[in-house]
């Protein structure tokens, strides 16, 4: 079973960038569709970006045209620029794959 890791999180203004990064300790080349969730405080669990083996991406309506997934096998690695960040994004991301999740990492955005 892989293991995840998260980091790239942090406090930042509203309109700014951060870039997660999501490492995997073995190699996600089988592994289909990897993505990303978020969950912020007293709601629940949300999907906020997913990609598949052959490049599908799909996306929180939220977070369309703002946030980018990307995924490099070569380096089992999984991606996510946030861009235009909102304080409504403000949460605790997690990194997912098949029977795996990442401890996750706290996105603050500030007004």
């Known amino acids: 079973q892989v293991q995840l890791v998260e980091s790239g999180g942090g406090l930042v203004q509203a309109g700014g960038s951060l870039r997660l990064s999501c490492a995997a300790s073995?190699?996600?080349?089988?592994?289909?569709?990897m993505g990303w969730y978020r969950q912020a405080p007293g709601k629940q669990r949300e999907l906020v970006a997913s990609i598949t083996i052959g490049g599908y991406v799909n996306y929180a309506e939220s977070v369309k045209g703002r946030f980018t997934i990307s995924r490099d096998n070569a380096k089992n690695t999984v991606y996510l620029q946030m861009n235009s960040l909102k304080p409504e994004d403000t949460a605790v991301y997690y990194c997912?794959?098949?029977?795996?999740w990442g401890q996750g990492t706290q996105v603050t955005v500030s007004s």
């Open positions: 073995g190699s996600i080349f089988s592994i289909n569709s």
């Open positions: 997912a794959a098949p029977g795996a």
